[in-house]
């Protein structure tokens, strides 16, 4: 599988970005969603995830409160709405499908990946 990130772009901070992530196939099948980041000179790093249906979502403490992930399954697109974002959000954003249901934060647990999509947050 297949996924394709689009959205990212440059900002100023305080604003709003809205990422998708589709399938390069038909479908994501019944599977757990995740984002996950990954700035200049650090390790990728857990951003959120969702679960199939979309009820369960789990972030991770840094953009808790800024950061919104859903899916529409009719479209097989996943979005991160991000807002107020910050110069340290500045990353390469990438979407992943979990290898189960679980919603997962390691990278270790998602076994399909996208080639990422640069955000730029200017101060």
């Known amino acids: 599988l297949q996924l394709v990130e689009s959205g990212g772009g440059l900002v100023q901070a305080g604003d709003s970005l809205r990422l998708s992530c589709a399938p390069s196939s038909p479908t994501f099948g019944r599977y757990v969603m995740g984002w996950f980041r990954q700035a200049p000179g650090k390790e990728r790093e857990f951003v959120a995830a969702i679960s199939w249906s979309g009820r369960d979502r789990t972030y991770a403490d840094s953009v808790k409160g800024r950061f919104t992930v859903s899916r529409d399954n009719a479209k097989n697109t996943v979005y991160l709405q991000m807002n107020s974002l910050k110069p340290e959000d500045t990353a390469v954003y990438y979407c992943?499908?979990?290898?189960?249901?679980?919603?997962?934060?390691?990278?270790?647990?998602?076994?399909?990946w996208g080639q990422g999509t640069q955000v730029t947050v200017s101060s």
């Open positions: 992943a499908r979990h290898r189960t249901g679980v919603l997962g934060t390691a990278q270790y647990e998602y076994d399909s």
